[in-house]
């Protein structure tokens, strides 16, 4: 068994916005009010660290705690790809796409 397979009806989400554009304070607003909630799911939020990251970061992994599967920058593409396979949900919050890649 591996880190992906978990309990019937958890969702797992996938986050890659580490930037302020990216709002990353929207997404981790609307995970925090599901874990408040009460409901299942599990997410794993990918991305390089730049050097100013957005606080909501920190709170938000403190808060989803054991909801977490991967966290930050991924060594390898295939341990990257290993993650969207599993995925079942793809959320981006971005308030400008360059070049429309934010995905």
Not at 44 to 50: A, K, N, Q, R, W
Not at 93 to 103: I, N, Q
């Amino acid at each position: 068994m591996t880190k992906y397979f978990n309990e019937v009806n958890n969702i797992i989400s996938l986050y890659s916005g580490r930037e302020h554009d990216k709002d990353p304070e929207t997404f981790f607003r609307v995970l925090l009010m599901l874990v408040d909630a009460g409901l299942n799911f599990r997410v794993s939020v990918l991305g390089e660290s730049f050097s100013e990251v957005p606080p909501v970061f920190a709170e938000a992994r403190t808060r989803l705690g054991n909801r977490v599967i991967d966290w930050g920058h991924q060594e390898t593409k295939d341990g990257y790809y290993e993650i969207l396979r599993h995925a079942h949900v793809a959320v981006s919050t971005a308030k400008h796409e360059f070049y429309g890649v934010a995905m």
